[in-house]
Structures are given as C-alpha cells and as structure tokens.
C-alpha cells in the first residue's frame, strides 16, 4: 500500500497534533503546520515527520506556505485545514481582517486556492475542521 502525503495544519497542538500521531503511527507521510515554531517542530520531532511554520493571522504566510508545499511535494493525498482560533475582543489583521474570521476561513480558503492544481492533480480530499465555539462568547 502506498503511503498518503497528508498536510495537516492547526498540528502543533490539540485535534491537529493528534491526528498528526495517528496517522503517523499509520505509517502515512505526515506533515505538520503550526503557529507556533516551538511547539511545531517538538512535535515534527517527535514523529520524524516533515513541517512548516505559518502564521493564519498573516496571509503573506500562507502564500508564502503554499509556495513551499508546492514546491516539495508534488504529490498531495490529503489537506487538512485544521488551524483556527477565537478572540473575545476584535481584532483587525495586518491584511485587515478580523482576525478570527482570517484565521478560520480566509486563510483556509486562500491555502487550498493555492494548491488546488497539486490536489487536482492528485484527486487529493480536503478536511476543514470547523467550530461552533464562537456561540458560547457574549454578544
């Protein structure tokens, strides 16, 4: 059997770091995306597997990431759009968005743009994790 290249963003913790092992203990080729450079390159470490550094919050990053990707992996079985985060207070980004609303829709949206010719090209599947988390802060 032949082992997926799966790109997982929001990896460097929680659901993401999670599906990260699994799968890497599946023998599948893992590749790890995180905010944080500490925390993602412990866990890329860990599992012996590929990662990238990006920043949601700054979509220059996010171009700058799906440039990279394209350019080592001309082969892609799997993009799971995993990052995402909440803020109670409103927050302007440099692009000038709200920065929950970057992070969790516009800079997935603009990645998967991005790489659509290599998952075309590779008849990939794309996760988007999504959340109803944003009902529990006051209106």
Known sequence: MTRKTIVITGASDGIGAAAARRLSRNGEHVVV???????????????GVDYFVADF???SQVRAL?????SE???IDV???????????????ADG??????VNYL???LLTTQLLTVLLDSRATVINTTSS????LPE
């Open 33 to 47: 995306v995180g905010r944080s450079e500490a925390k993602t390159t412990a866990v890329a470490a860990e599992l």
């Open 57 to 59: 919050a700054d979509l």
């Open 66 to 70: 799906a440039d990279k990707i394209r």
């Open 73 to 75: 992996y001309p082969r």
């Open 79 to 93: 993009l799971a759009n995993n990052a995402g985060g909440m803020s109670r207070a409103t927050q302007l980004t």
């Open 97 to 102: 968005y709200e920065k929950t609303y970057q």
């Open 107 to 109: 800079a997935p949206f």
């Open 133 to 136: 988390s944003q009902k529990m």
